[in-house]
């Protein structure tokens, strides 16, 4: 078996974990240059550097200009860029996967494409957000009336918790403005939630695109991923937000969810949450997921070294390089 990390590029063992990342960091009106290993945002107050390796997603926002070089080491080091505007529309995000090893790519195309383990992993992300129900004995049809009474539910109890007034989810795409303030404050959050979702997805090595909730999108297994904690932290700090006051409650939630993300080692869990999902519990499941090695496939589900060429049962060359 041969590695293919024999590049210039850092390989994903020199690379920050994802759960000690901070978690994004959002900029604005400013010019975003490379130093060494470091990106710089320069603006009319002056430059500040940021270890790119620390970085999980990074948002650019209005006024944003970005260099060449400052996207390469954000590719190397493994970084989500997402685009998002002051009405938070995302345009668009990428990230280099901080795993040589198909494993966890591979465990989510087998589940996704049983349509019986696909609707048990569904099962399994209803659980994990509802720990209180068991959803065990729930059609894909119940499933999706049963989170919708819940997520109602979350917001009325919210509405009541923090006195704001709630008439309804009022979202329309393109205009952030159109709803109130607390709509707004879900919006904002529900859009940082999917950007740090597709960070870790892609960080881990997974499809965006195969969702087990979500389907038909380019991103439905992030869709899947950051509903996990809508309602545990999105919703809640939303009116917390909304509560505080109506001005500036976009970059005020962006902020307030920053800190919770930290708080609460929210990209820790997510990452666990993804390979509890997807990958089965032995002991081994970890290690495979972490590996560096190229394998062929051959028959009877058996794996074989690469770099070997099987031209005959007792013939073959070395080929490496």
Not at 42 to 64: K, R, V
Not at 222 to 230: G, H, I, Q, S
Not at 239 to 261: S, Y
Not at 304 to 310: L, M, T
Request: proline fraction near 4%; glycine fraction near 8%; include cysteine.
């Amino acid at each position: 078996m041969t590695t293919v990390s024999r590049r210039g590029a850092l390989t994903p063992r020199q690379l920050t974990r994802t759960g000690e990342r901070l978690s994004f960091i959002y900029l604005e009106r400013c010019t975003v240059h490379r130093d060494a290993n470091a990106i710089t945002a320069q603006d009319a107050e002056g430059t500040t550097h940021i270890p790119s390796a620390t970085i999980g997603t990074l948002l650019l926002g209005p006024g944003t200009r970005i260099t060449h070089q400052a996207m390469s080491v954000l590719g190397e080091t493994g970084a989500a860029v997402c685009w998002v505007g002051e009405r938070g529309v995302r345009y668009y995000a990428s990230g280099r996967a901080l795993s040589c090893s198909s494993a966890l790519m591979e465990a989510q195309a087998r589940q996704w494409a049983n349509p019986r383990t696909r609707l048990t992993v569904a099962r399994d992300m209803y659980r994990l957000r509802f720990p209180d129900e068991d959803p065990s004995h729930l059609s894909r049809q119940q499933l999706l009336g049963c989170e919708g009474r819940r997520l109602k539910d979350c917001y009325r109890a919210e509405a009541a918790r923090t006195g704001v007034p709630w008439r309804g989810r009022r979202y329309t795409p393109g205009n952030f403005a159109a709803g109130d303030a607390v709509n707004q404050a879900i919006t904002a959050a529900a859009q940082c939630m999917y950007g740090i979702a597709h960070a870790v997805v892609t960080s881990l090595g997974c499809s965006p695109a195969l969702g087990f909730v979500h389907s038909g999108h380019e991103l439905s297994f992030v869709l899947d991923v950051a509903d996990l904690y809508k309602t545990e932290i999105g919703i809640p700090l939303a009116f917390d937000t909304a509560a505080e006051g109506e001005e500036d409650v976009g970059p005020r939630t962006r902020r307030a969810l920053r800190n919770r993300i930290n708080e609460t080692s929210l990209l820790d869990r997510c990452v666990d949450d993804i390979k509890r999902l997807l990958l089965p519990a032995t002991p081994d499941s970890a290690a495979d997921a972490d590996r560096d090695v190229v394998t062929l496939q051959s028959d009877g589900g058996r794996e074989v070294a690469s770099g070997v060429n099987y031209d005959g049962p007792h013939d073959y060359e070395d080929v490496s390089w």
